[in-house]
């Protein structure tokens, strides 16, 4: 299984969500942090897209080059592109040159995105949410695959016989597909023959059984081989030299940062004894010491038949560079281990 970790750009905050530092100081603490990841043994990376104040990924392929210059082994991906509102043609642009800065380590996860800023940014309309996913996955499909592209859709001027260049140093770019709790994503993924990107954010994880399993029917239906139908597991998470260190360090950040976004979404403040639940042993967080982490991973493997990737959310509780860093180097140097020890 890879282990890695996945970022929004999130800026450091006080208890009270007031932004500390500057965005160029957040992006040299970030950069740094990839680095220490490559340099502890984590397999992946990834990079969200949000365009918000918080958050500094709006151009997450601009971040990755950066990362690629500093980093040797660490594979570099997007987590996730917003691919609804954005170019396939561009994406898939970015993404070759990045595989070729990163001598083959580019991927991209492909996902609706789960904040919808990006829609009236962009001047599109989200009643067509998912019908501007589906085309332009679509489209990022058929360019990953063809050198010379014949495609016409509805969004998008046509393309008669055009190259799209550069072509990235892999045959072909990794595509993962990034889904929520939608069956119909699920199937949509298997029956692409797509590696699925889960993210679970709350509840159980072990409920999200019944999807998987929808994902690799689909997937077998369709005649694509089981090693290609991969799955993957993204989660929030914090590791500390002791569970109760974790805990402590994480929750008072995680809790403002959730009860100021839920409070958008019209959803209770987030709760200590909500936290806790979500933090069980069946529930979808994973803030604790390194054994006890590597130990849920394993049973969130098992209860959904065998996950081929894990990838940390950390940078969603106002914690400063030096707290997510040691985090980072525990997770390389001793949950990552473990879990490949099985």
Request: aromatic share 8%.
């Amino acid at each position: 299984m890879e282990i890695g970790i996945d970022s929004f750009a999130a800026f450091p905050t006080d208890g009270n969500g007031t932004i500390k530092g500057t965005a160029q100081e957040a992006i040299m603490a970030l950069l740094a942090r990839i680095k220490l990841a490559d340099e502890v043994g984590l397999d992946v990376f990834g990079i969200g897209e949000h365009h918000r104040k918080e958050f500094l990924d709006s151009a997450t392929a601009i971040i990755l080059a950066a990362a690629a210059a500093q980093t040797h082994k660490i594979k570099l991906t997007s987590a996730v592109a917003v691919l609804s509102a954005a170019d396939p043609v561009r994406i898939f642009q970015e993404f070759a040159t990045l595989d070729l800065v990163s001598n083959g380590r580019a991927e991209l996860v492909v996902g609706r995105g789960s904040f919808t800023e990006a829609f009236p940014l962009f001047g599109l309309r989200l009643e067509d949410y998912d019908k501007l996913f589906a085309e332009k996955l679509g489209l990022l499909l058929q360019i990953n695959e063809n050198e010379v592209v014949n495609w016409s859709g509805k969004f998008r001027p046509a393309l008669n016989d055009q190259p799209i260049y550069p072509r990235p140093l892999q045959k072909q770019l990794p595509i993962w597909l990034g889904v929520g709790g939608t069956p119909g994503s699920f199937v949509r993924a298997g029956s692409l023959g797509l590696p699925l990107m889960v993210a679970v954010i709350g509840g159980e994880t072990h409920r999200f059984r019944p999807l998987i399993d929808l994902y690799r029917e689909a997937g077998e239906k369709a005649g694509h081989p089981k090693e290609k139908l991969k799955v993957g597991l993204h989660s929030l998470g914090f590791v500390g030299k002791s569970h109760e260190e974790a805990v402590e360090t994480y929750y008072p950040g995680y809790a403002e940062t959730f009860t100021r976004i839920g409070k958008e979404r019209g959803w209770p403040p987030v709760t200590r004894g909500q936290f806790e639940a979500q933090n069980s042993r069946r529930g979808a967080y994973l803030v604790g010491e390194p054994v006890e982490v590597a130990e849920k991973i394993l049973r969130h493997s098992e209860a959904l038949g065998g996950i081929d990737r894990f990838t940390f959310q950390m940078d969603n509780a106002g914690l400063s560079h030096e707290q997510l860093s040691e985090s980072i180097e525990l997770i390389g140097k001793e949950v990552s281990p473990l879990v490949k020890k099985g």
